[in-house]
């Protein structure tokens, strides 16, 4: 709608500077003075408001990052079935958290990797430190331990002004602008 908008003032605001200029000098005179009066151009723009979902991200800081499974060396006797916040852990989204910090449900970048949630806690996640759950074992002792920055990420909603075409008249029906027009190969 914006694109159609710039395209009509461009338009016209070529029109009326090549028209001032004198560019149709192979239209008779009296083809100019008529052009001139025939010319009938309104625009009319009424300003609008709307809402913009926008991602944003608050840095946490520098975490410990570990990784876990649900082998019982890792959760323990019949751990690795449930979160801490009541919902099946996920390879590549569950992470474990204290939740004092950051708390369930909180979606997280760690890294250059987003799509983690805060889900789980666990016994020994202290102050700065995050647990990243695996599928498998030998998988989480492959990911190792590390130091990452850690973000969160949220939407929140914009407001942004824009103006939009209520009406828009034009009348051109002169032969003079018509020859012209077609040299330029615009159609109306």
């Excluded at 395209?7 to 028209?19: E, N, Q, R, S, Y």
């Excluded at 331990?145 to 075409?165: D, F, S």
Aim: charged fraction near 25%.
């Amino acid at each position: 709608m914006r694109k159609s908008i710039y395209k009509g003032a461009v338009f016209t605001g070529i029109l009326f500077f090549l028209l001032f200029l004198g560019v149709f000098a192979d239209i008779p005179a009296s083809a100019k003075s008529a052009s001139k009066n025939k010319i009938t151009i309104t625009c009319k723009y009424k300003w609008k408001t709307t809402k913009v979902k926008v991602k944003k991200k608050k840095y946490l800081g520098k975490f410990y990052i570990t990784h876990y499974c649900p082998c019982s060396r890792c959760c323990g006797t019949g751990g690795g079935r449930v979160t801490a916040s009541g919902t099946t852990p996920t390879a590549g989204r569950t992470v474990g958290v204290n939740p004092r910090l950051i708390p369930y449900g909180t979606k997280l970048r760690v890294g250059k990797r987003s799509g983690y949630v805060a889900e789980d806690t666990g016994g020994g996640i202290g102050w700065k430190h995050l647990d990243i759950f695996c599928s498998s074992h030998q998988e989480a002792l492959n990911a190792g331990v590390g130091y990452k920055k850690v973000w969160a990420e949220y939407y929140t909603y914009k407001k942004v002004r824009y103006r939009e075409l209520i009406m828009y008249e034009e009348e051109l029906n002169n032969e003079g602008f018509d020859k012209f027009l077609k040299a330029l190969k615009i159609s109306l």
